[in-house]
């Protein structure tokens, strides 16, 4: 949807299988999503003339079935080297269906690069030389090059939407083009609501939502519409929106959710958390008993903060 139509993107392998479902009964929506999308598709990491990133649309109007490979189950990252070339301490690493994985370390750690490794679904092809498996099996090169058969879905901090229409029109359109329900846009904003603090009105335009509103649209969006299994997650701790129960929404729809992050809160939400440093992989620790206590303890301080950070967005006085 966005990227910042928060971007989606992705892969897989294995045979894929083109498939038109009720082509007769589908053309005409088909046609209609096609118009709309001209309007609406905003490019993949395009900046907008404001300099803010804008959310990448993907819209799917063939209804691609990806066999086997559509909703993957594990996702597996093959260690490469780290900025001098040396190898990765970790040689592999794998995702199943569900988890939540954190990746943290210091500014310019390679975060961001290991996070692009896999949203490229890498062939040892990258600087970082990693290579990206789904299911144990490297992705055939369409599902790396087409748009339209990407599995990814990106959410980033900085996003916003481009497309000219409203929030119900641009989540129905996109609905119809996946070939679901359009009614499925009243779910997509009640679930989006209770990601942020001020409602988003089904009626406004996308270019009027705020930050935060454009990033619970699209995660809510992510989890009921898009047929992203894997979801990507660029340091949102300062993204204006319920960072837990984003998370919480996303793995329980069943993806895979990889998030970078600066913030203790979510590195100890996740079940394990990939440590970087130079650019490499160096150690996979797995979150402890006592580090899921100390979780629910920062979840409590957090929502103390919450409550107060809102008291104070009212206009009320903090007693």
């Given at each position: 949807?966005?990227?910042?139509?928060?971007?989606?993107?992705?892969?897989?392998?294995?045979?894929?299988?083109?498939?038109?479902?009720?082509?007769?009964?589908?053309?005409?929506?088909?046609?209609?999503?096609?118009?709309?999308?001209?309007?609406?598709?905003?490019?993949?990491?395009?900046?907008?003339?404001?300099?803010?990133?804008?959310?990448?649309v993907?819209?799917?109007?063939?209804?691609?079935?990806?066999?086997?490979?559509?909703?993957?189950?594990?996702?597996?990252?093959?260690?490469?080297?780290?900025?001098?070339?040396?190898?990765?301490?970790?040689?592999?690493?794998?995702?199943?269906?569900?988890?939540?994985?954190?990746?943290?370390?210091p500014?310019?750690?390679?975060?961001?690069t290991?996070?692009?490794?896999?949203?490229?679904?890498?062939?040892?092809?990258?600087?970082?030389?990693?290579?990206?498996?789904i299911?144990?099996?490297?992705?055939?090169?369409?599902?790396r090059?087409?748009?339209?058969?990407?599995?990814?879905?990106?959410?980033?901090?900085?996003?916003?939407?481009?497309?000219?229409?409203?929030?119900?029109?641009?989540?129905?359109?996109?609905?119809?083009?996946?070939?679901?329900?359009?009614?499925?846009?009243?779910?997509?904003i009640?679930?989006?609501?209770?990601?942020?603090?001020?409602?988003?009105?089904?009626?406004?335009?996308?270019?009027?939502?705020?930050?935060?509103?454009?990033?619970?649209?699209?995660?809510a969006?992510?989890?009921?519409?898009?047929?992203?299994?894997?979801?990507?997650?660029?340091?949102?701790?300062?993204?204006?929106?319920?960072?837990?129960?984003?998370?919480?929404?996303?793995?329980?729809?069943?993806?895979?959710?990889?998030?970078?992050?600066?913030?203790?809160?979510?590195?100890?939400?996740?079940?394990?958390?990939?440590?970087?440093?130079?650019?490499?992989?160096?150690?996979?620790?797995?979150?402890?008993?006592?580090?899921?206590?100390?979780?629910?303890?920062?979840e409590k301080?957090?929502?103390?903060?919450?409550?107060?950070?809102?008291?104070?967005?009212?206009?009320?006085?903090?007693?």
């Amino acid at each position: 949807m966005s990227q910042m139509t928060s971007p989606i993107a992705s892969r897989i392998a294995g045979p894929i299988t083109n498939k038109l479902t009720n082509q007769a009964a589908n053309q005409a929506a088909n046609q209609a999503a096609n118009q709309a999308a001209k309007q609406a598709v905003a490019v993949n990491q395009a900046v907008n003339p404001a300099g803010k990133q804008a959310v990448s649309v993907h819209i799917i109007t063939d209804h691609i079935v990806a066999d086997e490979f559509a909703r993957p189950l594990t996702l597996t990252v093959i260690g490469g080297v780290d900025k001098d070339g040396n190898a990765d301490d970790v040689d592999e690493v794998e995702i199943m269906r569900g988890e939540i994985i954190g990746i943290v370390g210091p500014t310019g750690s390679g975060k961001s690069t290991l996070i692009a490794d896999i949203e490229q679904f890498a062939v040892g092809d990258t600087p970082s030389g990693r290579k990206i498996l789904i299911n144990g099996h490297v992705p055939e090169n369409e599902l790396r090059t087409d748009p339209r058969k990407k599995l990814v879905a990106q959410l980033s901090q900085n996003m916003h939407f481009l497309a000219d229409m409203s929030v119900v029109e641009f989540l129905k359109m996109h609905a119809k083009s996946r070939g679901k329900d359009p009614d499925l846009a009243e779910k997509v904003i009640l679930l989006a609501n209770t990601l942020t603090g001020e409602p988003i009105n089904p009626a406004h335009q996308l270019t009027i939502l705020s930050g935060g509103q454009s990033r619970a649209l699209m995660t809510a969006d992510i989890a009921v519409i898009s047929d992203s299994p894997i979801v990507l997650i660029d340091e949102i701790e300062n993204a204006g929106i319920k960072k837990q129960e984003a998370l919480r929404l996303l793995s329980g729809e069943g993806k895979i959710v990889v998030v970078v992050t600066h913030d203790p809160m979510l590195a100890l939400m996740a079940s394990r958390r990939i440590v970087m440093k130079n650019g490499g992989m160096t150690k996979v620790i797995s979150t402890s008993e006592e580090e899921q206590r100390v979780f629910k303890d920062i979840e409590k301080v957090d929502g103390w903060l919450t409550g107060l950070r809102e008291t104070i967005r009212q206009g009320e006085v903090v007693a």
